[in-house]
């Protein structure tokens, strides 16, 4: 079974700054989908980023980018500039395919303080 | 387009008593799926449906939950009895599934759940 780790249960920044999210995974099938979704205090899960295990290019949208290491099983989140609209839990995701199942880590909290 | 519907917004009720939480997929999904979100467990996937067929129900937490899709519009959950530990946000999602695998799952907003 798939399992999705995050080990930073919060953290915080200073707006302007940059800050990494950790996400590492462990799966046996090499064909699958990661991804980071946002939920600020409304609760609605809102998706970040996606990356395609077979794409050895890191994804990037806008000011949030990741870092995906595929033999190490880590898919790290990079928020830059950051805002403090980007306050929410992030969670981490991995797509089973061609199932779509979804496996979630447990979230990070991060605050962005003025 | 609308996006994944679901309802109530929130539920309080107390122990006991029947719960029945409601989902509208996005249209031309072929899949559903229903997670709980607490504080302890974080992000828990339920169950699954692809087209209205219940895939995989590992993630149900015991018989006193059970759900349904009667049409690829509507699908329920319900809680008979239910109890406080049930408490939590329930979310719905749904996804193009195998028509499109580049699609990532949205959720809808959550239901809050309260059993008092």
């Known amino acids: 079974a798939q399992t999705v780790t995050q080990s930073q249960p919060e953290m915080s920044v200073q707006e302007a700054e940059t800050v990494t999210l950790s996400c590492t995974y462990d799966?046996?099938?090499?064909?699958?989908?990661l991804f980071w979704y946002k939920q600020p205090p409304s609760r609605q899960m809102i998706l970040v980023i996606r990356q395609e295990a077979y794409k050895q290019q890191n994804a990037t949208e806008n000011r949030f980018s990741v870092n995906f290491q595929k033999a190490a099983k880590s898919f790290s989140l990079k928020i830059s500039d950051s805002q403090l609209g980007d306050t929410a839990m992030y969670f981490c995701a991995f797509m089973k395919l061609p199932t779509g199942m979804m496996r979630f880590g447990a979230g990070t909290r991060l605050t962005v303080k003025p | 387009d609308a996006g994944v519907i679901q309802s109530p917004r929130h539920e309080v009720t107390e122990m006991g008593q029947e719960v029945t939480l409601r989902c509208k997929p996005i249209?031309?999904?072929?899949?559903l799926f229903w997670y709980r979100q607490t504080m302890m467990r974080g992000l828990e996937l339920l169950i699954y449906f692809n087209n209205n067929v219940p895939i995989d129900d590992s993630g149900m937490p015991e018989d006193r939950f059970s759900a349904k899709m009667p049409n690829a519009s509507f699908s329920t959950l319900k809680i008979q009895p239910s109890e406080p530990r049930d408490s939590a946000v329930y979310f719905c999602a749904s996804s193009p599934g195998q028509g499109a695998l580049n699609q990532p799952q949205h959720f809808g907003d959550g239901t809050r759940l309260s059993i008092l």
């Open positions: 799966t046996s099938e090499n064909n699958y989908y």
């Open positions: 249209s031309g999904h072929d899949y």
